[in-house]
């Protein structure tokens, strides 16, 4: 069974801060994602990474960051928190095939103060 | 207009019926398409694949229409335990693993 985590399932932090969410998966999986989730807006990607030390921009990267330094662990960095960055932050794997499902993480709830 | 389009819902279904629904898509060149169960607060997870001969896993049915680009889902004999977010997923051979996600459409079975 494939198995993504992520380091916390709630997060509370105030508005500069820095912020490091942790994704690691057990499958030897070359893509990893970053989501995030909101009411009425659905799933939207903000990184993903093809391979260590390689990263892409997703649909919304403005306020976000990444690093992808081993094959399992892939971060999600918000420089300095903003209240709109209050979301639900879903990391996801894949093998890399195309056409594969995605394996989802628990997930963050992030509440920025 | 969104590049993967559902109705939000909700689905309010009496236990044992049938309920279905669809999803539209823009892009023509989309290749694979999933639909994903979400419950709520939790991570989505693989319903099932759709195929373009349509496919059954159980009592769900999935089917894909590429001439009018959507795919629908129809869950029979409903149970209370399908309450739950069924989100519509498109990936493009271009885009290589990127999956487009729906909003998803909320379904509510009732005693």
Known sequence: ?113 | RKEVEQDPGPFNVPEGATVAFNCTYSNSASQSFFWYRQDCRKEPKLLMSVYSSGNEDGRFTAQLNRASQYISLLIRDSKLSDSATYLCVVNKKAAGNKLTFGGGTRVLVKP
């Not at chain 1, 030390?53 to 992808?68: A, C, L, N, Q």
Request: net charge neutral; glycine share 8%.
């Open chain 1, 1 to 113: 069974d494939v198995k993504v985590t992520q380091s916390s399932r709630y997060l509370v932090k105030r508005t500069g801060e820095k912020v490091f969410l942790e994704c690691v998966q057990d499958m030897d999986h070359e893509n990893m994602f970053w989501y995030r989730q909101d009411p009425g807006l659905g799933l939207r990607l903000i990184y993903f990474s093809y391979d260590v030390k390689m990263k892409e921009k997703g649909d919304i990267p403005e306020g976000y960051s990444v690093s992808r330094e081993k094959k399992e662990r892939f971060s999600l960095i918000l420089e300095s928190a903003s209240t709109n960055q209050t979301s639900m932050y879903l990391c996801a794997s894949i093998p890399g095939l195309v056409g594969e499902t995605q394996y989802f993480g628990p997930g963050t709830r992030l509440l920025v103060l």
